[in-house]
């Protein structure tokens, strides 16, 4: 069993519809859950962090996480063409260490 | 956020010769860096972590010797890909962050392409 896993998708959403992006794990030393955004041919750039279990906004993304299931989920409200790319789930047992990384999925959001 | 760049962007070389990724942090200093490769399609896997001043740790199954890391200054940590072959070619990132604390974020470069004729 791989240590992260996830969907690679891809997925094709219609401009506006919530998109739901999820990530299963397995070791339960993990405290630390984020979510990137990486276009294609760029780095990953931080898009959410969150700590332990519970939700979190931020416009119109939205991360939970559920540690008793060791599953997370991000949420994309209105989604947008610009939304369109590959999101990459991390996660480490100390936020700015060594996360592991799920392949990520590939999201394109048509106008 | 921080700034994290990455030269070249994109490079292609021939078999058997090195190249040389450089990582810069512009807009702050950090004293951890970490390099990683990602294949089409794939996940992001850790190469090796590199704390100024001292000398890197890489994760199982990264070859020291054919992935030289060097992390001099507080701005710019360097890898090299010793005598390349095709199957060095990926996508290589760093990221960096700025202090030894847990709780800084890592603040990724853009990547560099390798292709290995």
């Known amino acids: 069993q791989k240590e992260v896993e996830q969907d690679p998708g891809p997925l094709s959403v219609p401009e506006g519809a919530i998109v739901s992006l999820n990530c299963t794990y397995s070791n339960s030393a993990f405290q630390y859950f984020m979510w990137y955004r990486q276009y294609s041919r760029k780095g990953p750039e931080l898009l959410m962090y969150?700590?332990?279990?519970g939700n979190k906004e931020d416009g119109r993304f939205t991360a939970q996480v559920d540690k008793s299931s060791k599953y997370i989920s991000l949420f994309i409200r209105d989604s947008q063409p610009s939304d369109s790319a590959t999101y990459l789930c991390?996660?480490?047992?100390?936020?700015?260490?060594?996360?592991?990384f799920g392949p990520g999925t590939r999201l394109s959001v048509l106008p | 956020g921080a700034v994290v760049s990455q030269h070249p962007s994109w490079v292609i070389c021939k078999s058997g010769t090195s190249v040389k990724i450089e990582c810069r942090s512009l807009d702050f200093q950090a004293t951890t860096m970490f390099w990683y490769r990602q294949f089409p399609k794939q996940s992001l896997m850790l190469m090796a972590t590199?704390?100024?001043?001292?000398?890197?740790?890489?994760e199982q199954g990264v070859e020291k010797d054919k992935f030289l890391i060097n992390h001099a200054s507080l701005t710019l940590s360097t890898l090299t890909v010793t005598s390349a072959h095709p199957e060095d070619s990926s996508f290589y990132i760093c990221s960096a962050k700025s202090g030894r604390d847990s709780y800084n974020e890592q603040f990724f470069g853009p990547g560099t392409r390798l292709t290995v004729l």
């Open positions: 991390a996660m480490g047992q100390y936020y700015g260490q060594n996360f592991v």
């Open positions: 590199s704390n100024e001043g001292s000398k890197a740790t890489y």
């Open positions: 969150t700590y332990s279990s």
